[in-house]
């Protein structure tokens, strides 16, 4: 079982140091996942994560992270007008969104490989992820899609709360805390994220429908699509999920 590393590199930016301290995978996996907003692809990694080793590196965590950014400093104008995009459920500027990842390029090609959750979103991001990859020496496994109807997933995002200390991610219905309002893990508060909000998922879900054809395209056209139906619960997706991720590679089978 590995665990999810501090992850502090890709939330703050280059010069921040992770504390890399978790056992290494045998194999280090290079793998992209796709899919629209609340299929469960934050969920989904946590599993992977865990059986398989890698970091989550999720565009919109860095994002969640600077909006919460506690030191005082007012945000740079770019990751102002960001912030202000993803509030209302819009799709950051592509320019934005790739220098982020440039920027942390060293997350890329560090040996515990990586779990990319919301980039590319465009054909755009994903010609540039292709380049930034090049240039640390790294290559992707797969590009995993998940997909699930539309109705299941305003349910999903519209039942989403997160706790405001520790960010664990929780589901009214489908994965209740034990108090509620509270944590399980620390006892901090719950809330709903603002583009977990009606009229912003609403946004969100358009904002992916125009912009996900051409990067599912992209991936098929260079064999490492792989498509997971993600209607069932949690371990029932995660069964599918490790079957193709086993399939990618016998040998690393532990
Ligand atoms: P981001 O943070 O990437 O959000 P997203 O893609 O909208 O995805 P989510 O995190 O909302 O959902 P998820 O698929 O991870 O689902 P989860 O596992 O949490 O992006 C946010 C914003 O940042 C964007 O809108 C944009 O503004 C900006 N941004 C980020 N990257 C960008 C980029 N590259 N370009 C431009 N802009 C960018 O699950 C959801 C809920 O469902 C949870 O409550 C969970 O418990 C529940 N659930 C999950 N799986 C299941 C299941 N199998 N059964 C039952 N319940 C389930």
New binding site residues.
Partial sequence: MYSIGNRVEWLQGPGANCAKTGPVAPRPWHLVLL?P????????AEKIIGEFGACHL????V?RYAARDTSGQAPSPAMATALA??KR????SDNT?VELVRERAGCLACQYGFLL??????LE?AHALNGILASVERKLDAAINYFAPEPLIIE??S??RVCKQCRT???VA??PPRVAGRCDACGGELFQRD?DKPEAIRT?LQ?YAATCNPVLEYYRRQGLLREIE?S???EA?FAHTRAVIEKLDPVARR
């Fill in positions: 899919g907003p609340g299929v469960g692809k934050g969920t989904q999720s565009t919109g965590d994002f995009a993803m459920g819009e799709l950051v969104v959750d919301g980039f590319p979103r465009t991001q999903r995002l039942g989403r991610g929780y589901h489908n994965k583009d969100r904002a993600a069932g619960d949690p997706v």
